[in-house]
């Protein structure tokens, strides 16, 4: 599967997915997703626009799960 831009919304759908919750509101646009088994937070841009494939590749490394199972 190929990597392409996400919405907000989208990538949020996929960050629950894989237990993540809304920690909290981080610095200027960002929010802090945590996975309340591991104690993981990754921070997540929020934006109107798409968010762009290197940082949605960026959080794919970052809770380390599989890239294409993410992308489904």
């Given at each position: 599967m190929t990597l392409r831009p996400l919405s907000y919304r989208e990538l949020v759908r996929r960050l629950k997915?894989?237990?993540?919750?809304?920690?909290r509101q981080g610095k200027g646009s960002h929010e802090l997703w945590?996975?309340?088994?591991d104690g993981l937070v990754v921070p997540v841009p929020r934006k109107n626009t798409d968010i762009r494939?290197?940082?949605i590749r960026a959080i794919i490394r970052h809770i380390g799960v599989d890239f294409d199972d993410f992308m489904k």
């Open positions: 997915r894989y237990g993540f919750r809304l920690y945590v996975r309340d088994e494939k290197g940082t």
